[in-house]
T-cell receptor, first 116, second 110 residues
Framework: NAGVMQNPRHLVRRRGQEARLRCSPM?????VYWYRQLPEEGLKFMVY????????ESGMPKERFSAEFPKEGPSILRIQQVVRGDSAAYFC??????????????FGEGSWLTVV | AQRVTQPEKLLSVFKGAPVELKCNYS??????LFWYVQYSRQRLQLLLR??SRESIKGFTADLNKGETSFHLKKPFAQEEDSAMYYC????????????FGAGTQVVVTP
């Protein structure tokens, strides 16, 4: 099992451009989570998705950020009109179903976004 | 709202010395607690979860509900333990939504 795959690992964007981060969950996992790690801070939950559904987006900024997990293909975290404050590491995680005492959330290696 | 506090940003220990990383949480219910480790710019790896009560790489952690703590301990630190350690909490009403502490950087020097 290849694990949670994220790409690109590193992305540089100019202010005002769009950033798209992709996440392929572990095989057999249908739940995806996105977290953001700002410099010198811990990870902050952004959004929880199942196939074609957003379950919890309470951590998503109200503007410019969106996420999807289509029926086919990877989950996408999209940031429009990026600003310097969006520079961070974005981690994707997945689980086979709702994590309970028998399950675990597995993380990808992260995508580092730098806005110049 | 739930909160996870890791009071130490940096912990520097000598190889072979004991190491303890503090984690306190605030949540009125029964949370599930985790420790994750992140080696330099790599993925977060689950180190421990309190319900499994297992020891990984010599680390142990006990949930103390009275003190609302889940401190991580290892009796003899190794150089390969140098990493960032995150304590995290998940609640029964928000499965999948991990609340992380700010992390503790551990540096083990020979």
């Amino acid at each position: 099992n290849a694990g949670v795959m994220q790409n690109p690992r590193h992305l540089v964007r100019r202010r005002g451009q769009e950033a798209r981060l992709r996440c392929s969950p572990m095989k057999g996992h249908s739940h995806v989570y996105w977290y953001r790690q700002l410099p010198e801070e811990g990870l902050k939950f952004m959004v929880y998705l199942q196939k074609e559904n957003i379950i919890d987006e309470s951590g998503m900024p109200k503007e410019r950020f969106s996420a999807e997990f289509p029926k086919e293909g990877p989950s996408i975290l999209r940031i429009q009109q990026v600003v310097r404050g969006d520079s961070a590491a974005y981690f994707c995680a997945s689980s086979p179903r709702v994590p309970d005492s028998g399950n675990t959330i597995y993380f990808g290696e992260g995508s580092w976004l730098t806005v110049v | 709202a739930q909160r996870v506090t890791q009071p130490e940003k940096l912990l520097s220990v000598f190889k072979g010395a004991p190491v303890e990383l503090k984690c306190n949480y605030s949540y009125s219910g029964s949370p599930e607690l985790f420790w994750y480790v992140q080696y330099s710019r790599q993925r977060l790896q689950l180190l421990l979860r309190h319900i499994s009560r297992e020891s990984i790489k010599g680390f142990t952690a006990d949930l103390n509900k009275g003190e609302t703590s889940f401190h991580l301990k290892k009796p003899f630190a190794q150089e390969e333990d140098s990493a960032m350690y995150y304590c995290a909490l998940m609640t029964t009403d928000s499965w999948g939504k991990l609340q992380f502490g700010a992390g503790t950087q551990v540096v083990v020097t020979p």
